[in-house]
């Protein structure tokens, strides 16, 4: 990343640890719809062989890039920690108010944007403009796992879709969406158990994953604020990033992060439940049993950590299987607005929102976007398969 460093934007953390943005002199152009539906997004546990391949060739690609392109993995993911770690103030003038893509109404939009350039960056590096992101079909049982492309392998040379930071002891385990609540005694394999008493606690888990899934998109996710969150500016969101902030201090001093129940208060069930959770269920040893000498695993500093890639806002854009979660989360929005019938905020503050996001790793161009430009995925050029949205086993798990 020093390439990137000696050209910097207004990456306003002068301790900060990570490539910015590079400077750019490239104008900046409007986004235009696109005209048609070609690229169509498909579970990741289901990809056919070779469509697997393209994942991996497009991401080994990406990985390839040079760090000063803003279309490089690695640039990529600077991108998502510089939004998410206090690197840009929202107004540089006050030093604690911290602009963040979490924890708000920007939290749907911003995401969408964000792994469209990407999934439409994977494309043009393979040559193929249909090429759709798989998502991690967590919430169905078959995709209640880290989706096995992104494990083959013992380093990312030999699959671009690996990482080595994440948390090994859930690597073939059945998803715990109490994870954060409540973690699991013991750990549920992923491959559902042949002996009936197993199989018996496997099922349950299962549906306890399902009920957690209707609460977030149904039963507790009822009008934009529930579902997508509270506006940026709102007191609640103030409170939840000086939290957030006392908590990362915290942790830095080797203290327990625990936080404030107050700190989901102003995140919308979409990003609050399963979301966060898998985040964390992927990326952070459980509390209870980590020791950093001892279960931790080797971080990208060289020293062991019991919380790594995907288990911290800052990092987790490093790990491939992000995207693929966002995909996933980007379909629940998607569901909720559709099928679901939900409606996004009619404030012209929401709807008029932008941010810029790089185009075109050969010439990289800057593109404004508007969150009403990303309301209705189709003008996007990308949709979901029918057969999984067909069948929601989620729908009717009322707890
Ligand atoms: Cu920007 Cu899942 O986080």
């Known amino acids: 990343g020093e390439k990137v460093t000696e050209k910097l934007v207004e990456c306003s953390d002068p301790n900060r640890d990570f490539p910015c943005p590079p400077a750019s002199r490239v104008p900046i152009v409007d986004f235009t719809p696109e005209a048609r539906v070609t690229r169509v997004r498909r579970p990741a546990h289901l990809l056919d062989p070779e469509y697997q391949e393209k994942y991996r060739e497009a991401v080994g690609k990406m990985r390839a890039l040079d760090g000063s392109n803003p279309l490089s ?3 990529q ?6 939004y998410c770690d206090g690197h840009y103030r929202l107004d540089p003038t006050e030093k604690n108010r911290p602009f963040d893509v979490h924890f708000s109404w920007i939290f749907a939009p911003w995401h969408r944007m964000y792994i469209y350039f990407y999934e439409r960056a994977l494309g043009q590096l393979i040559g193929d403009d249909t090429f759709a992101l798989p998502y991690w079909n967590w919430d169905a049982p078959a995709g209640m796992g880290i989706p096995a492309i992104f494990k083959q392998g013992v380093s990312t040379a030999d699959n671009p879709l690996y990482d080595p930071y994440r948390n090994m002891e859930n690597m073939d385990a059945l998803l715990d ?16 158990p042949t002996d009936p008493a197993a199989r018996a606690k496997y099922d349950d888990a ?32 103030f409170r939840v990033k000086e ?19 107050s700190k989901s208060q102003s995140q919308g069930t979409l990003e609050r439940m399963a ?6 269920w992927t990326g952070r040893a459980n509390p209870a049993t980590c020791s950093a000498e001892q279960g931790g695993v080797v971080g990208h500093d060289g020293k062991p950590h019991c919380q790594v890639d995907m288990g911290f806002l800052g990092t987790a854009g490093r790990d491939p299987l992000f995207y693929s979660h966002h995909a996933n989360v980007d379909r629940m ?30 010439s990289p161009r800057l593109v404004r976007m508007k969150f009403r430009d990303v309301l209705d995925a189709t003008r996007l050029g990308y949709t979901y398969d029918k057969e999984s949205e067909a069948a929601l086993p989620w729908l009717n798990s009322k707890p």
Do not use: M
Not at 77 to 82: D, G, I
Not at 340 to 362: A, H
């Open 333 to 362: 929005w998607h569901i909720w607005s559709t099928r679901l019938g939900g409606k996004g905020f009619d404030d012209p503050e929401w709807l008029d929102t932008s941010f810029v996001f790089y185009d075109d790793y050969r």
């Open 77 to 82: 993911a600077a991108v998502h920690q510089s």
């Open 177 to 192: 969406l109490d994870y954060l609540k409540k973690p699991r005694r013991d750990t549920i394999p992923f491959e559902p």
């Open 73 to 75: 993995f690695a640039a």
């Open 206 to 237: 299962v549906q306890t994953n399902l009920c957690t899934i209707y609460l977030q998109q149904v039963r507790d996710g009822k009008g934009p604020r529930a579902f997508l969150g509270e506006k940026l500016c709102s007191e609640s969101s």
């Open 275 to 280: 979301h966060t959770t898998v985040h964390v």
């Open 243 to 261: 939290i957030n902030e006392r908590s990362k201090r915290r942790q830095a001093d080797g203290q327990s992060s625990k936080v404030s129940p």
